[in-house]
């Protein structure tokens, strides 16, 4: 029997729930484009944690599969709705408090990571995590994948910023967990728990953030490689002996994506490149470029340009940003996360490139480099079976080669519904059965976000 909606619309404000098909229809994807996306059988835009509990509380009594929602800019599919499900989406709660004194911003989940950073900006702070999409994914969104970005190489992933969170759980209770304190080891890290936990053990309706002091200026350095070998090589000695604020590594198939787009006069012909900054003081940031600028040339790169224009830096690190929409152009996409120990870079991306071979498939590898966080990006056409297949076999793939590698199937999109069948063989048993537990723990119903991640 179909549930009273009636019921839900008089406890939420004035348009806050969508049942018209059309107008559902944007709400039932995110930018992975899940293909088995079902039609919600309704949509609540919340406003506050008062709206979230109210529509929780009305699929517990019914027995609702409930899907979170932020921005939809995921790309693992953990925002795909269900048939019959309630799409919880907290895009409306978009207000940012900053607290220059304890350098803290109170952020609703539906504020985007731009606006964030804008506001701290404004008293000569940063919010470091940034991930390519910062300005359009949202803080709700980063917080339940645990994003990472250009900038974690030095500064972290968002759980290093994360200080606490209002989180309203599966029977609608809303709990304040963590608050403005740095250091705080009273009871179980539960603020943690639900960093990265995708909207399985709860939707988070407001996060408490650390701010750091603004940024320096940062000095940007490009080198291309003939051999992708050299540039993995150079990574390697890079982390060995210093902590750049950025190290990004683009392949041959992406600069040429990116260049088609942009006609910036990238190399298409080097098979690597590497985009690095510093943002040590002034002095010392011209010191660290010039160390750089040796280890590239010491692994024979084709070409090192440096510059401390913080104009002409952006541009390059613009560049890295394009990758994905670039390649979006040529096709449909599978968006890889995988990533290893930093001194398996090389071998990741080596059998990344065999793997694109075998399958005749077209593979782009873009990566956060410094960290040994890989974005292989498969390219096809969806509209082609055969192709597709190969795809989807290459894409199970290479989640195999990075679990050989000691590496992991997610360094930042999350699990969602397109890697949860390899978490079990990242994880073991011992610790799959151990999350299980936890899940059924927070959400014995099972109706938080089915289908993503377990």
Same mark, same amino acid.
């Given at each position: 029997?179909?549930?009273?909606?009636?019921?839900?619309?008089?406890?939420?404000?004035?348009?806050?729930?969508?049942?018209?098909?059309?107008?559902?229809?944007?709400?039932?994807?995110?930018?992975?484009?899940?293909?088995?996306?079902?039609?919600?059988?309704?949509?609540?835009?919340?406003?506050?944690?008062?709206?979230?509990?109210?529509?929780?509380?009305?699929?517990?009594?019914?027995?609702?599969?409930?899907?979170?929602?932020?921005?939809?800019?995921?790309?693992?599919?953990?925002?795909?709705?269900?048939?019959?499900?309630?799409?919880?989406?907290?895009?409306?709660?978009?207000?940012?408090?900053?607290?220059?004194?304890?350098?803290?911003?109170?952020?609703?989940?539906?504020?985007?990571?731009?606006?964030?950073?804008?506001?701290?900006?404004?008293?000569?702070?940063?919010?470091?995590?940034?991930?390519?999409?910062?300005?359009?994914?949202?803080? +709700? $969104?980063?917080?339940?994948?645990? @994003?990472? %970005? /250009?900038?974690?190489? #030095?500064?972290? &992933?968002? !759980?290093?910023?994360? =200080?606490?969170?209002?989180?309203?759980?599966?029977?609608?209770?809303?709990?304040?967990? +963590? $608050?403005?304190?740095?250091?705080? @080891?009273? %009871? /179980?890290?539960?603020? #943690?728990?639900? &960093?990265? !936990?995708?909207?399985? =053990?709860?939707?988070?309706?407001?996060?408490?953030?650390?701010?750091?002091?603004?940024?320096?200026?940062?000095?940007?350095?490009? @080198?291309?490689?003939?051999?992708?070998?050299?540039?993995?090589?150079?990574?390697?000695?890079?982390?060995?002996?210093?902590?750049?604020?950025?190290?990004?590594?683009?392949?041959?198939?992406?600069?040429?994506?990116?260049?088609?787009?942009?006609?910036?006069?990238?190399?298409?012909?080097?098979?690597?490149?590497?985009?690095?900054?510093?943002?040590?003081?002034?002095?010392?940031?011209?010191?660290?470029?010039?160390?750089?600028?040796?280890?590239?040339?010491?692994?024979?790169?084709?070409?090192?340009?440096?510059?401390?224009?913080?104009?002409?830096?952006?541009?390059?690190?613009?560049?890295?940003?394009?990758?994905?929409?670039?390649?979006?152009?040529?096709?449909?996409?599978?968006?890889?996360?995988?990533?290893?120990?930093?001194?398996?870079?090389?071998?990741?991306?080596?059998?990344?490139?065999?793997?694109?071979?075998?399958?005749?498939?077209?593979?782009?590898?873009?990566?956060?480099?410094?960290?040994?966080?890989?974005?292989?990006?498969?390219?096809?056409?969806?509209?082609?079976?055969?192709?597709?297949?190969?795809?989807?076999?290459?894409?199970?793939?290479?989640?195999?080669?990075?679990?050989?590698?000691?590496?992991?199937?997610?360094?930042?999109?999350?699990?969602?519904?397109?890697?949860?069948?390899?978490?079990?063989?990242?994880?073991?048993?011992?610790?799959?059965?151990?999350?299980?537990?936890?899940?059924?723990?927070?959400?014995?119903?099972?109706?938080?976000?089915?289908?993503?991640?377990?």
């Amino acid at each position: 029997m179909t549930p009273d909606l009636d019921a839900l619309a008089a406890e939420l404000p004035a348009g806050a729930l969508l049942v018209d098909p059309d107008r559902m229809a944007g709400y039932r994807w995110d930018r992975a484009n899940d293909p088995g996306a079902g039609v919600p059988l309704a949509v609540v835009r919340a406003t506050s944690t008062a709206d979230v509990q109210s529509a929780v509380r009305f699929a517990a009594r019914h027995e609702l599969a409930v899907v979170p929602r932020g921005a939809g800019t995921g790309l693992s599919g953990g925002a795909s709705a269900l048939s019959g499900c309630l799409v919880v989406s907290v895009e409306r709660m978009r207000a940012v408090e900053i607290d220059p004194a304890t350098r803290i911003a109170v952020v609703e989940p539906g504020a985007l990571n731009t606006e964030v950073k804008a506001a701290a900006a404004e008293h000569g702070l940063w919010y470091p995590p940034d991930p390519s999409s910062y300005e359009i994914c949202s803080i +709700g $969104g980063n917080v339940a994948t645990n @994003a990472g %970005g /250009l900038c974690c190489v #030095k500064y972290g &992933v968002t !759980s290093d910023y994360v =200080l606490g969170m209002t989180v309203v759980l599966a029977d609608g209770t809303a709990v304040e967990l +963590g $608050g403005p304190r740095l250091k705080d @080891a009273a %009871g /179980l890290s539960l603020t #943690k728990l639900f &960093v990265g !936990s995708e909207g399985t =053990l709860g939707i988070i309706t407001r996060v408490l953030l650390r701010l750091v002091p603004a940024q320096r200026p940062p000095c940007t350095l490009v @080198a291309t490689f003939a051999s992708l070998d050299d540039a993995t090589r150079t990574v390697l000695d890079l982390t060995r002996t210093m902590r750049p604020a950025m190290l990004e590594l683009m392949d041959r198939t992406s600069i040429n994506a990116v260049e088609d787009v942009t006609m910036m006069g990238l190399d298409r012909t080097a098979e690597a490149m590497l985009v690095v900054q510093s943002d040590e003081p002034a002095t010392h940031g011209v010191a660290e470029i010039a160390e750089v600028t040796a280890i590239c040339q010491a692994n024979h790169s084709t070409e090192v340009f440096s510059t401390d224009d913080a104009e002409t830096g952006e541009a390059f690190v613009v560049a890295r940003r394009m990758v994905i929409p670039s390649l979006e152009r040529q096709g449909s996409l599978l968006l890889e996360d995988v990533g290893v120990p930093v001194p398996q870079l090389g071998a990741l991306v080596r059998g990344i490139e065999a793997i694109a071979e075998e399958h005749v498939i077209t593979v782009a590898v873009v990566a956060h480099a410094g960290d040994g966080n890989t974005h292989p990006l498969i390219v096809f056409d969806a509209s082609d079976p055969d192709e597709s297949a190969r795809a989807q076999a290459a894409y199970g793939q290479i989640m195999d080669l990075a679990i050989g590698l000691g590496g992991t199937i997610t360094g930042e999109h999350g699990v969602g519904r397109l890697k949860k069948d390899w978490l079990p063989a990242y994880l073991g048993p011992e610790a799959m059965d151990l999350n299980r537990r936890v899940k059924a723990a927070l959400d014995p119903q099972g109706i938080l976000n089915p289908g993503a991640v377990f």
